[in-house]
Structure formats: C-alpha cells, structure tokens
C-alpha cells in the first residue's frame, strides 16, 4: 500500500513545531499551491490537521488570549471538534474571530483588514488551534 503523504509531491511546512504556540496566529486561504500547511491541535487529542493554500500571518497582541480561555479553560483542553456547541460558548467564538482580520483578503487597496467570520458549514471540523473561517467582505474560503 502506498502511503499518500509519503508519495504527494507537495511541499509541507508544519506551523508551531516545538508545540509551545507563543500567541502566533495564522490563516491559510486554501488555493493549489503546492505548499500545505500542518499545524497540532484539537487540545490533548493532538490531532494533526492540513491545509494546501497561502499563509497569512494576523498580526496584534495576545490574539489568542479570547481562544485559550475557549479551549483551555471552559474546555479544559480538550478543543470541540464535532461535538454541539453551547449557544453561549458558540457566540464567544464568533465573537472572538470577528475581531480578526487579515490584510490583502479580498481587497488589496483597503488599508483595513478585512474581518474574519466563523464558517459555520464547516463547524464539526472546528477544534482547539484549528478553526474554519471566511473572510467577512468575500466568503472566499479563507481558513
């Protein structure tokens, strides 16, 4: 049997290898590139998820810091991929995306970022360091 990781020819670069995070916040915008991005998450589950596309780096302070207290702490570590989530949990993360945005979305002469919304079609998938999104002017599939 021929292992498909082993004999995909696209490039991978795993974000946060050393596991420790360091409030370093990403999107990648899925696209053919030849490039996937790997990242650990889903809590103490370790799940390794991946996605080909382009690399945005979201920039500020302690952007995280909304996110860990999702996962970490009502969670207990534990992330929430395909479990029901609580209405008020469900509106915190929400909330905390839509203070995201990435510059050069969707509207590369905007000197504001564009805000991110949760992909609620995609919200089984939605885990501790690994959340689907879209960009708010454009739902063009950013993650």
Not at 67 to 80: N, P, Q, R, T, Y
Request: net charge negative; aromatic share 10%; with cysteine.
């Amino acid at each position: 049997m021929v292992d498909r990781i082993r004999d995909d020819r696209r490039r991978r670069v795993l974000l946060d290898p050393d596991g420790h995070g360091g409030g370093w916040m990403f999107v990648v915008v899925a696209a053919p590139t030849g490039v996937v991005y790997q990242n650990q998450g889903g809590g103490h589950s370790c799940a390794l998820y991946e996605q080909e596309g382009y690399l945005l780096p979201l920039f500020g302070t302690d952007l995280d810091a909304e996110f860990e207290e999702i996962f970490v702490g009502e969670l207990h570590g534990w992330g929430m991929c395909g479990e029901k989530w609580a209405a008020e949990l469900l509106d915190r993360l929400r909330a905390a995306i839509g203070s995201l945005g990435v510059y050069g979305a969707d509207r590369h002469e905007d000197l504001y970022p564009t805000a991110l919304i949760l992909d609620e079609s995609r919200l089984p998938e939605a885990a501790e360091a690994w959340i689907p999104v879209l960009s708010g002017t454009a739902g063009a599939g950013t993650r």
